[in-house]
Structure formats: C-alpha cells, structure tokens
C-alpha cells in the first residue's frame, strides 16, 4: 500500500510517499508562509502525483492557517482517490524523530506557539504521551519540566532557558510519519489548535 504523508503545520512544508514501509520520495521546504501556494504542487511532483491509498496529515497544534491547509489538501485528496484517512499530532512526530535519532529514550517536544507562548508535551521512549500538550509561557515550561532530551523548534531556548539538558532543533518533517504508531494515528482530522481562541464576541465572550 502506498502512503503519503503532509506536514505543513509549521514554518515547514514538507511531503513524503511511501511504497509499503519504503520511503518513495520526499520534498522538505521551510517556507515560513506560502504553504496554501505550494502544498500541491510539491504532492504533484511526486511519482504517480502522490496518489495513495491512505494519507496521513497533520492535525497541529501548529499554525492555525498550516493545519487548516494540509487537512483540507488531504481531506480532498482522499476523497478524489477514495483513499483513507489519519491524522496524528505535531508533537508526536517531533517526538518520532528525536527517539529515532535518539537511541530511544524520553523526549520534550518543545514548538512555536502564539503569542510567544510555547507547545509542549512529553512522550516516553515508546512515543506514549505522558500528558496532554499545552501551551505555557517560556518560563513555565522551563519550570514544569526536566527531561533532558528537547526537540523541536524551541529545543535550543527550552535548555537554554533550564540551564540543563541538550536540544535537538529542528522544524517536523512528513518523511518520519510512519515512525508513529497506530495509537497515535487518529480517524478525526479535526485541527487541534492547542490553546483557547484569542477572538471575542461583543461583550467579551468568546465564541462557541
């Protein structure tokens, strides 16, 4: 079975076919915007135009306009090709590809968030969750947590920060999708946003 996974809920965009357990192609770009513009045409030139019988996607948390996009790229792919589809979370594919390079052990996945807040969320050796992902302030996050290992975007501030530790930094990338478990893969491709919504319906409320 062929798979292709998309991961543009950050900075990076990035594709990945596989044929069976074997990595087909691959196209990585940090793009920082643009993600809407480019997304297919990288799926395109990939063999076949990427087609697949089951896509893999980003859910985020991320970038609210990235994680909309790669979901809505997928959903109407696997509509078009009658493909299944499964979403996994950001976090848990940084975490994929710190403990792949990692001689397995226990990783803090460490990202971007808005409004200079940080996503966070810790994972075992075995890519378990060891608590549900959050978005903290810089110092908050340094505080709640003293895993050694760091990955992801923020990696090199986190242990800079906590004065101990060591980083691995670096943006997630679509070719480490099928490092993730079964456990993680998801049938709902809802976004996960990771923090509460910044707009306020007239009175203050926020919206339903």
């Known amino acids: 079975m062929r798979t292709l996974a998309i991961e543009c809920a950050t900075e990076a965009c990035s594709v990945a076919l ?3 357990s074997s990595l087909a ?3 990585h770009r940090e793009l920082g915007r643009g993600h809407a513009e480019r997304l297919v045409p990288m799926i395109s030139a990939l ?4 087609k ?3 896509i893999l996607v980003s859910r ?3 970038s609210f306009t990235g994680v909309r996009i790669g979901i809505a790229v997928a959903r ?3 509509f078009a090709w009658q493909a ?3 979403s996994y979370p950001t ?4 975490a994929a590809m710190a403990i792949a390079e990692s001689n397995k052990q226990r990783v803090l996945s460490c990202m971007s968030g808005g409004h200079g807040e940080w996503f966070v969320q810790p994972f075992d050796a075995d890519l378990n969750p060891e608590s549900r992902h959050a978005s903290l302030k810089p110092d908050d996050a340094a505080s709640r947590f003293d895993i050694p290992l760091v990955a992801g975007s923020q990696a090199q501030q986190m242990v800079d920060l906590r004065g101990t530790g060591y980083a691995m930094q670096f943006l997630p990338d679509a070719r480490f999708a099928l490092h993730l478990p079964n456990g993680l893969l998801s049938a709902d491709t809802a976004p996960l946003y990771g923090r509460a919504p910044d707009a306020k319906l007239p009175g203050g409320k926020a919206p339903a």
């Open 25 to 27: 192609a691959h196209d």
């Open 76 to 78: 109407a792919l696997a």
């Open 52 to 54: 697949a019988e089951r």
């Open 60 to 62: 985020g948390p991320g």
């Open 84 to 86: 299944e589809i499964k």
């Open 18 to 20: 596989f044929d069976g």
């Open 47 to 50: 063999p076949g135009k990427g």
């Open 91 to 94: 976090l848990a594919l940084v």
